[in-house]
């Protein structure tokens, strides 16, 4: 195939920015969509010039790191698929891709097409693990959890921090990352001493981290490449009054 593309090249965090075109001929159908990239790249690195910035690392759908905005959907127009899963069959002879970086001002645009999506990993840090003393580590099989429980758990569990959530929403929300996280640890007995206190501390973080609010759209689950439920935001909005209404309360 012979394609167009139409990508937002940006030098740094400071720079304006505009799309520039470019033409990559003989794409295989086969290729992933990041590998189409390597292509332009190569022979942009022939003729001298910068190359595409975009980011990627395990190719494979696990580490949420192809952080691509394509022909106006996240991740491109296959749903519950990553960038790097995203192939050029999808596409046809002749077309125009529009690439372009996720759009949120908690995630500013670095260089091109790469993120600094850092804000995620500070919600987490703001309360996403588990430090009560427990003793001596069980087996996991020895701690019983109804199959109800950990199937949801491990749903919420799924998210890869992608941020096409963010992406997608017109409020640039974070909503569905945070309570993805806070339902995962709310749902396991090991998250339940520091449930109050988790839900408190993320949803502050993300508030200050300068995420918009949620109105229940459902753009993000929409886009989401895991599939994961707005449910979980319903979850996160009843552990926050709960927490809110104790700590009122104390």
């Not at 720079?15 to 990559?24: I, L, R």
């Amino acid at each position: 195939m012979n394609l167009k593309l139409k990508i937002w090249r940006q030098k740094n965090a400071n720079d304006k920015g505009a799309f520039e075109s470019y033409n990559v001929s003989d794409v295989s159908p086969d290729m992933s969509f990041l590998e189409m990239l390597d292509v332009l790249n190569e022979d942009l690195s022939r003729e001298g010039k910068d190359p595409v910035h975009f980011d990627h690392d395990c190719r494979e759908g696990i580490c949420g790191m192809c952080s691509l905005y394509i022909n106006g959907k996240p991740h491109g127009p296959k749903d519950a698929v990553t960038t790097c899963q995203l192939h050029m069959r999808s596409f046809k002879d002749g077309d125009i891709i529009v690439i372009e970086p996720w759009r949120a001002a908690a995630f500013p645009v670095q260089k091109d097409l790469v993120v600094d999506r850092s804000s995620f990993d500070r919600i987490i840090q703001a309360g996403g693990y588990v430090n009560v003393n427990t003793g001596g580590v069980p087996d996991a099989n020895e701690i019983p959890i109804p199959k109800v429980i950990a199937d949801e758990a491990m749903d919420a569990a799924q998210c890869i921090g992608c941020g096409a959530c963010v992406a997608a929403c017109k409020n640039a929300s974070a909503m569905l990352f945070t309570a993805a996280k806070v339902s995962q640890l709310a749902l396991l007995p090991q998250g339940q001493v520091e449930r109050q206190t988790r839900v408190e501390n993320m949803v502050a973080q993300m508030e200050e981290e300068g995420f918009g609010n949620c109105t229940n759209t459902q753009a993000c689950e929409a886009v989401c490449p895991k599939e994961i439920s707005v449910t979980h935001i319903a979850r996160l909005n009843r552990e926050y009054l709960a927490a809110k209404a104790s700590s009122d309360n104390i």
